[in-house]
């Protein structure tokens, strides 16, 4: 493995971005995660990450509106049916977002 291609070059990359890679870079991941929200509606992961994402930008109430989303799906499932503990993660992730954006905005 040479560095070019580990994690540390994928920090230091980020760490010396120009503003427009960086602002490239944060739309093709809301791009990604909203593609994959289109594909798969009932991910609470995709939607967590996504307002992950808004907050960073300082986008506080899209932000919310993606957490609470991800809120919503969790409280629909059946627990006797999907819920896992990926689901119980991000659902207090969302959890929190939405009382880091209620601090924030």
Same mark, same amino acid.
């Given at each position: 493995?040479?560095?070019?291609?580990?994690?540390?070059?994928? &920090?230091?990359?980020?760490?010396?971005?120009?503003? %427009?890679?960086? +602002? #490239?870079?944060? *739309?093709? @991941?809301? =791009?990604?995660?909203?593609?994959?929200?289109?594909?798969?509606?009932?991910? &609470?992961?995709?939607?967590?990450?996504?307002?992950? %994402?808004?907050? +960073? #930008?300082?986008? *506080?109430? @899209?932000? =919310?509106?993606?957490?609470?989303?991800?809120?919503?799906?969790?409280?629909?499932?059946?627990?006797?049916?999907?819920?896992?503990? %990926?689901?119980?993660?991000?659902?207090?992730?969302?959890?929190?977002?939405?009382?880091?954006?209620?601090?924030?905005?």
């Amino acid at each position: 493995m040479t560095v070019r291609s580990g994690w540390l070059w994928r &920090i230091l990359k980020q760490l010396f971005q120009s503003p %427009l890679e960086r +602002e #490239r870079d944060f *739309y093709d @991941r809301f =791009r990604e995660l909203s593609d994959e929200i289109e594909a798969l509606p009932e991910s &609470i992961t995709h939607y967590v990450l996504r307002g992950e %994402l808004l907050i +960073e #930008r300082g986008e *506080y109430e @899209r932000a =919310r509106a993606d957490f609470e989303a991800a809120v919503d799906i969790a409280e629909a499932a059946d627990p006797k049916e999907s819920w896992g503990l %990926l689901e119980q993660v991000m659902r207090d992730r969302a959890l929190q977002g939405i009382e880091l954006v209620k601090r924030s905005g």
